[in-house]
């Protein structure tokens, strides 16, 4: 087994301030996915990474930057912080692009 | 329009009563996932389902591709079953799409 991790637990920011989310996960997987789920809504994929240092675009990626450090690794920036922003930004990773994903428990953004 | 839709948006049960969750696509896929999310928890993927019947326990997924549905039913539903259900599809791509999801909310 194995497990994911993502800090911070929640985050509050200002407006305009570049904001930097971690996540890492002991599968030795090889790819890893940033969602966005609003209240009430699906998620939605923001950035994924099929191997350390890729870097794949979803649906959602504008106002976000990610970067694949190493495998075990894979961080979000969100560059401007909109006001009155509320969202969980959820870490995944599977072995493959088409294998069962495996979810972080989540990071609570609210912006002021 | 949205590729993945769920029905119904929430849903309350009596605890013993059965719950049928529904999930249309409107492409076709590679692969389908139902998952689980508790209230401020992660999600769990409760079925890899491309097609055909699958069955956990007191929960069964089926997936009829040439209709673009899967529907995941619970059977004599528990308190402990509350929470949301999300479909998820891949078109070959690799990335998942989810629906909005379907909340759950079992009463003793």
């Known amino acids: 087994g194995g497990i994911i991790t993502q800090t911070p637990k929640f985050l509050i920011g200002q407006e305009g301030q570049k904001l930097t989310l971690k996540c890492q996960q002991n599968f030795n997987h090889d790819t890893m996915y940033w969602y966005r789920q609003d209240s009430g809504k699906g998620l939605r994929l923001i950035y994924y990474s099929i191997t350390e240092n890729d870097l794949q675009k979803g649906d959602l990626s504008e106002g976000y930057d990610a970067s694949r450090e190493k495998k075990s690794s894979f961080s979000l920036t969100v560059t401007s912080a909109q006001k009155n922003e509320m969202a969980v930004f959820l870490c995944?990773?599977?072995?493959?692009?088409?294998?069962?994903?495996?979810f972080g428990p989540g990071t609570r953004l609210l912006v002021l | 329009g949205q590729q993945v839709q769920q029905s119904p948006t929430s849903l309350v049960l009596q605890e013993g009563e059965n719950a049928e969750l529904q999930c249309n696509f409107s492409?076709?896929?590679?692969?389908m996932q139902w998952f689980y999310q508790r209230p401020g928890g992660s999600l769990i993927s409760v079925f890899y389902?491309?097609?055909g019947t699958k069955q956990s326990g007191r929960l069964t997924s089926t997936t009829v591709i040439k209709e673009r549905r899967s529907s995941l039913h619970i059977s004599s539903s528990q308190i402990t079953d509350s929470g949301t259900y999300l479909c998820a599809i891949d078109t070959n791509t690799g990335k998942l799409t989810f629906g909005d999801g379907t909340v759950l909310t079992v009463k003793p």
């Open positions: 389902n491309p097609s």
């Open positions: 492409t076709s896929l590679n692969s």
């Open positions: 995944a990773s599977s072995e493959g692009g088409q294998d069962t994903q495996y």
